[in-house]
């Protein structure tokens, strides 16, 4: 396995490390309705899409390195964070860097395995990007004068988020798109 392959892998179990985590901080905030409970879950949630936006950035590093350099500004693609921004400058470099969802392989007759793509029950490129800018208003404290941020209604919506990152990344593909590499990766 190279080192791109490694560090895709372990951005990905630490992404649903944090899911994991995201449900035991909804458990107990069911259990002692304590906001501070529902923030960490939320709060954990960003981390898990953050964590697929630089799982990402592993098969198109070089790619992504040469992009991030000839910014503007910051052009040091290390210290990038914020998972919205990474996916949009992915899409500039490779189309098709986003996981491809897949059901589980079934195996053919010929002794080959197919993969058919998921149609729902996954995290959609726009939701990643709709939910991750979500996020970002209820990782801070409320300002009394500021309007309602509903938060209620948005905890609710978690359990469904968590739900289909995993159906984005329990079996998906990756295509990648480089001078040295044409291929993918399931």
Known sequence: MSE?????????????????????YLEEYAITQQIV??????????????YIA??????????????RASADMRTDYKKDYHAGKILQALGKINED????????????QNGSF??????????????????YDRIGKYLHA???????????????????IIHDVFGLIECHAVFIKTPEFNGVWV
């Open 4 to 24: 791109i392959q490694s560090i895709n892998l372990h951005m990905l179990s630490e992404a649903a490390l944090r899911l994991r985590a995201t449900n035991r």
């Open 54 to 67: 630089f799982s990402s950035i592993a098969p198109n590093k070089k790619e992504y390195e040469l992009f």
């Open 114 to 131: 197919h993969f058919d793509r998921k149609t729902t029950g996954y995290l959609t490129k726009k939701r990643f990007a709709s939910t």
């Open 97 to 108: 860097f986003y996981p491809y969802p897949l059901l589980s392989a079934t195996h053919q």
């Open 142 to 160: 409320d300002n009394p004068w500021s309007v309602d941020k509903n938060f209620p209604s948005f905890v609710t919506e978690i359990p469904s």
């Open 37 to 50: 409970d529902a923030e960490s879950a939320i709060l954990q949630l960003r981390k898990a899409l953050e």
